[in-house]
């Protein structure tokens, strides 16, 4: 029951977290958003570290993990953190651009393909049949949410040139770049696993707290430099100067500080959940279920808490169905295919 209990509220923690930034209520830039969500994440993993992750979860606390691990270890869990970074930075361009019930799916189905792929690759175990079929089911699942975005957008400029507050040559100009930019970024998150699987792999790998602890330290150095190109040349809008971020309300870089300490706890739930040995391990089917899910939960929050696709047609909201439909029939089948040995 406790290692279930873990793995939802992993999920839940990778589900609502993306939920701070839409707190703002579209006045805070991602970028600046970012610099407290790095800091917050960063704050959570030594804490967590250093009261918990010192109880000795595994025979080994905290500073033992650090002291016995190998540099290729650390150096591994280091840049699982940066490519995670650069992936996640895109993925919150993504929401900023379209919300976080296209975003969440684009990317995030994108980047469960990827692993997908990733893991049959490395480990030629699983079901190729299945692994297939999953992947095609997922990439239905992103198609359907593009087109159901790409008609609501159309839509609502539609309705802007009607009412006289946009001009008429920009009908037809529905922009899909936050789509491409989830995708790029998906691309980046489903590839990070890898080396976090190396990271705690021989006999001197990394425990729970101590990768999570160093994958932060990634999260943090990386967002310092990723952002010098996005607060430059960003995705929309004008350049950013920093002293905005100095300037802002305390409450803004409390949500941001907030979406990193909510998304830790998903990780390190997750990493915990994972180490898990003997008669209390959850199947791994399930484990990659719920695991999988945190993109389902912030896809509903995008369209029921933040009612991004308020007074849509009935075609866009027969798309979302069946976007949903499929992806969640792709997570059961990519599970299905990962656990089950081809015949």
């Known amino acids: ?70 540099k290729r270890q650390e150096l ?30 684009a990317a995030m189905g994108f980047a469960l393909i990827v692993a997908g792929a990733w893991n049959y690759a490395l480990n030629p175990g699983g079901n190729g049949t299945l692994l297939l079929v999953g992947a095609v089911a997922v990439a239905g699942a992103i198609v359907f949410d593009v087109l159901a975005f790409k008609t609501a957008a159309s839509a609502r400029l539609k309705a802007q040139i009607d009412a ?10 529905t922009s899909l770049r936050g789509v491409f930019l989830g995708l790029a970024g998906g691309l980046l998150l489903g590839s990070f696993a890898t080396l976090i699987q190396m990271g705690r792999a021989s006999e001197n790998g990394l425990g729970p707290y101590s990768l999570g602890f160093i994958f932060s330290i990634g999260i943090l150095f990386s967002t310092f430099v990723f952002n010098l190109f996005f607060m430059n040349l960003p995705v929309q809008g004008e ?37 898990v040995e003997g008669a209390a391990r959850v199947p791994a089917t399930l484990t990659y279920e719920l695991g999988q899910s945190g ?9 029921y808490f933040w009612r ?36």
Do not use: Q
């Open 164 to 173: 006289g507050t946009v001009k008429a040559k920009k009908r037809g100009k």
């Open 308 to 343: 991004e696709y308020a007074d849509v047609d009935t075609t866009v909201k027969l798309r979302l169905g069946v976007m949903f439909v499929l992806l969640l029939a792709g997570i059961g089948l990519l599970s299905a295919a990962l656990a089950v040995a081809p015949s």
């Open 239 to 275: 350049p950013v100067d920093i002293a905005e971020y100095f300037r802002a309300k305390a409450g803004r870089h409390v949500l941001g500080a907030l979406g990193g300490i909510v998304w830790y706890i998903g990780l390190i739930a997750s990493l915990i959940a994972g180490r």
């Open 295 to 303: 993109m389902v939960i912030a896809a509903l929050c995008g369209i």
């Open 76 to 105: 591994f869990a280091f840049l699982a953190g940066a490519i995670f970074n650069l992936g996640n930075m895109l993925l919150m361009a993504a929401v900023s651009l379209t919300g976080m019930a296209v975003a969440f799916p």
């Open 1 to 70: 029951m406790g290692v279930l209990i873990l793995l939802i509220a992993g999920m839940l923690g990778w589900g609502v977290w993306a939920n701070t930034f839409k707190a703002t209520g579209g006045k805070w830039r991602f970028e600046l958003f970012y610099f407290d969500f790095a800091i917050g994440v960063v704050l959570s993993a030594t804490l967590l570290a250093l009261t918990t992750g010192s109880l000795g979860f595994d025979g080994f606390s905290f500073a033992d993990d650090l002291r016995l691990a190998g």
